[in-house]
């Protein structure tokens, strides 16, 4: 590792753009992401949070733009740059007829990890994340919020040193979420970085210390959460970021809407 990767960001991304076709999703994204932060990435729906992801993780190539990970930059290494990285995407896809079990056994291996490693990390997990019971169930029978974790759980076998989470929380009820919450906590502590994408403001707020707010493709706010959100609530500060213009009362707009308009 020479001095610069040492002190390099988790992440630093310049300039990183995506078209598809004639729209741009990624406008120029220059986004600075400190290690051992609990970054989050907000921003309407379309704003590009999951396009700029999949640039970041090596899954989507940009059209320009760099991104570096802990100093290496991921289009000139995508495969170097995994091992050191985990993912849980948007729109999980998983190995539906596996048991959550052979799935985590699976990863292991795809990661090159030796079997008694993956043995005991992967019953760690199961177990912290509330699934050792159902572990020997297919995946297609898992719900929403089952599927979220033993995904969490594949992200985290090899103990990267940056995680991805694509709404981590989506599907998730309120004991599992606590859970989640801890292991990501622990994570963090332990001096690795955790960006995660979400929609719920609150959720961000308590979680995350660093954050990025993105709208159009474009970073419109990005540092620290209490700079980001100047005496607001994180709520407020959003709302008028992403400039949400008053819509009136709408009462004329679906007014065929509900039972008495016949
Ligand atoms: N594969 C694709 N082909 C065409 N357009 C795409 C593709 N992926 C994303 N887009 C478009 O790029 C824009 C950004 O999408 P993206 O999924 O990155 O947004 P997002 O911020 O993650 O949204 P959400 O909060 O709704 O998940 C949207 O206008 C979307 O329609």
Known sequence: MTPDTEVAPAVQARGLT???????????????????????LVGPNGAGKTTSMSMMTGLLRPDSGTVRILGQDVWRDPVGIKSRVGVLPEGLRLFERLSGRELIG?????????????????????????????????VVDYSTGMRKKIALA????????????????EGVDPVSAGTIREVLHR?????STVIFSSHVMELVEQLCDHLAVIN?????????????RGGASLHQ???????????????????WLGSSSG
């Open 216 to 228: 159009h493709g474009r970073v419109v706010a990005a540092g620290p959460l209490d700079a980001v």
């Open 106 to 138: 699976y990863t292991g291996r795809l990661r090159g990890l030796a079997a008694d490693v993956v043995g005991l990390r992967g019953g760690e997990l199961l177990s912290v994340l509330g699934l050792t019971a159902d572990a020997d169930k297919l």
């Open 237 to 255: 500060a959003f709302l008028s970021l992403v400039g949400v213009a008053p819509r009136g009362d709408g009462e004329e707009e679906l007014a």
């Open 18 to 40: 995506k078209r598809f076709g004639a729209k741009t999703a990624v406008g120029g994204v220059d986004l600075d992401i400190p290690r051992g932060s609990f970054f989050g």
């Open 187 to 191: 994570f963090t502590r332990s001096g």
């Open 154 to 169: 594949a992200a985290l076998l090899h103990n990267p040193e940056v995680l991805f989470l694509d709404e981590p929380f």
